[in-house]
């Protein structure tokens, strides 16, 4: 299996490169930043398959990264993984595309399987992606050749 | 008026301050003493009118009924007072008109003078006498039943008034003749300026008719008297002919007046009485009070006996409708301490729900790194098989990461407790939500022998509310109600239609009850009996729940006895209360 190109996003430094280790000792290595500014950056260099969101930070908050993220770059799954976390803020991040919504602290073996699933997701839809842009190939190839036939 | 209204508005304010400015539900004795002012502000408000309107119609009465008594008595002494002065005025003139019509000679015979006095006594009776003096004072003629021509009246006082005044009218005397009478004297001067006296003598038993034309009552009296008290005819009680009146002289007055006096017995009397103008006589006539007034007493015993009743009733009906107030304001007043109440019950349990919420925020993050910390140990030592005391390290880190999990439980129920959770409604059936939950407890219940007795109302409406959230509520409450009952308990639920527009669902367990002061925290978080097993948000949480979907839960609880949860749902599904 590829590798999954993980990205993990939390200001509390402690907690995060801990959480990498952990992830990286059961095969998922990640990169690791600590504010929504370098989350947004990161993405944009090298765009992750997943990406594990806290939501809030200092300066640009998880709920915007989610949103310019998911906007700019809709095959990136996000995870929410926070501790302030309120009903609402689920609701919303779902409606924003989030993948799933965890609250602090969090079994790594639960997020681990969450991240995997995401993965997973991506793949599928990447395929399911690939399959209509052909579709649209086929579309415009036959466009052409009405075009000949008359 | 203003200053009325001022002191009124005072004792008012003074009186009813009780009622503001306290928070408290008012004692007892607070109401007592409220009540006993009312009732004396208004017993006094009603009775000091009534009272001073007996008093008055008492005075007027009385005076109206005076009135009527003097009045008639007064117009009865006028009339004859009148009778007596025509009488006197008829004498006169008479002896006036002898004395002038007839020369001195012709009178001085007295053949002449005899007959003039037949023809006299014929026309008016009462003449005893008639008698010609010449201006020295000599009896020159006499006409009567006594021998007396030629007496010599010179020295004697009347003769001399006459000859100066005119005329003379005497006061009534015995004289020579034994018997009550008095003297008319007239004097006469022809042209030549020779001056004689015609004397008559009258009978005064005349009086006694004239007084007795009156036709006074039998304890009244009437009587003559002279100016100096001498009575002149004889009365009834104060004494006979030419006796002086025992009562003092009144002020002299030649209309008839009327004085309210006593008499020489001490009785209580109304005496009317006129002077003569022409004369100096007075006409006097005597009223005892007490039988006038007879009538008078009658009235003022129903007066009183009304006024007695009427302040009787006027106590009784502000009694009862203090009463009546005092009630109605102590229900109102304890209705609107139990709404203060209820809302600083709310109040309170929203600011703790947001101290929780924040509070539990805050702990999430570093129990986070805890986790992934305590993960990573374990991890390293899975990694490690030769680490000495490997299987320690391994069960101690076990140990914490089981303290973080049961942390996180806490925190994240203390988040559920503050969370604003959005209703979701839907049409259901109560009985069905309750026995869906209830078989979730069934298995626990058959355990330990617990008895679970259902009575639902079949009958019920359908009713839009929040499934999981009621699923939720009845949990909590059965829950706690397994926890309460010993093994082989019992718990009753039964479902049934309340007023006003309510369902009511109630829980009644025969476990271990609850204190006083545990019911009064029972829906306050972090408030637990299960020291060490529970959260303290279960009934908290219970309690949200059922205020956001417009519903109420009351708890009543005997130590010993048993507790019993009630809650009410609304028929119709309300505005969601604030969150």
Known sequence: MKKIKLLLVDDEENFVNTLAERMKMRDVPSRVVF?????????????????????????????????????????????????????????EAKKLGAFHYHKKPIDIDELLSTVKKAYREKIEDAMVAATFAQAGEFDEARKIMDEDGK | ????????????????????????????????????KIVGLMAVVAVVPLL??????????????????????????????NSFELFLAERTSTVSFIASAYPFEELA???????????????????????????????????????????????????????????????????????????????????????????????????????????????????????????Q??????????????????????????????????????LAYSYFPE?????????????????????????????????????????????????????????????FRQVEHAQKLSSIGRLAAGVAHEINNPLAAINEKAGLMKDLLGLRPDFPDRERFITLADAILKSIRRCRDITHRMLGFARRMDVSYEELDINEVLTDTLSFLDQEAKHRGVT?????????????????????????????????????????????????????ISFQDNGCGMSQDTLEHVFEPFFTTKKGTGTGLGLSITYGIIKKLGGDIAVTSKQGDGTLFTVYLPKTARKEAAS
């Open chain 2, 279 to 339: 004369s100096d006589f007075v006409l006097m006539a005597v009223k005892p009070r007490g039988s006038a007034l007879k009538t008078w007493y009658m009235v003022k015993g129903d007066l009183l006996f009304i006024f007695v009743l009427g302040v009787m009733a006027i106590f009784l009906v502000v009694y009862k409708m203090t009463d009546l107030l005092i009630q109605r304001m102590r229900e109102s007043e304890e209705r609107r301490e139990l709404a």
């Open chain 2, 52 to 81: 001073l309107m007996a008093a008055i119609n008492y005075h007027e009465y009385r005076a109206a009924l005076g009135r009527e008594i003097q009045n008639p008595l007064r117009i009865l002494l006028s009339k004859t007072k």
């Open chain 2, 452 to 504: 679970i007795v259902r009575e639902l109302d079949e009958s019920l409406p359908r009713i839009k509310s929040d499934r999981g959230q009621l699923q939720q509520v009845f949990l909590n409450i059965l829950n706690n109600a397994l926890a309460a009952v010993p093994d082989d308990g019992r718990i009753e639920v039964k479902t049934g239609e309340g007023v006003p527009d309510s369902l009511v």
């Open chain 2, 233 to 270: 005819t004889t009365s009834n009680y104060y004494g006979k002919v030419l006796e002086r009146l025992p009562i003092p002289m009144p002020t002299q007055s030649y209309e008839a007046r009327l004085v309210e006096t006593q008499d020489q017995r001490g009785e209580d009397i109304y």
């Open chain 1, 35 to 91: 504010s929504g500014e370098e989350a947004l950056e990161a993405v944009k260099v090298e765009a992750p398959d997943v990406m594990v969101l806290d939501l809030r930070m200092p300066g640009i908050d998880g709920m915007d990264v989610l949103r310019k993220v998911r906007k700019a770059h809709p095959h990136v799954q996000v995870i929410i993984l926070t501790g302030h976390g309120t009903d609402l803020d689920e609701e």
């Open chain 2, 109 to 231: 015979q007295e053949k002449n003078l005899k007959h003039i006095f037949t023809v006299m006594t014929q026309v008016f009776d009462g003449f005893v006498d008639l008698g010609l003096i010449d201006e020295n004072g000599v009896q020159v003629s006499y006409a009567g039943p006594y021998p007396l021509a030629g007496k010599h009246y010179a020295e004697q006082s009347w003769f001399s008034q006459v000859m100066i005044r005119g005329t003379y009218i005497s006061d009534v005397f015995m004289g020579y003749r034994h018997f009550p009478h008095m003297i008319i004297a007239v004097r006469h001067m022809d042209e030549s300026g020779k001056n004689w006296v015609v004397r008559a003598t009258i009978d005064t038993t005349r009086f006694d008719r004239l007084i007795a034309a009156m036709s006074l009552e039998p304890d009244s009296d009437a009587f003559l008297l002279n100016k100096e008290g001498i009575l």
């Open chain 2, 1 to 36: 008026m203003r200053a009325v209204a001022t002191v009124f508005k005072t004792i008012l304010r003074h009186s009813f301050k009780d009622l503001h400015g306290s928070e408290d539900i008012l004692s007892p004795e607070r109401y007592v003493s409220l009540r006993r």
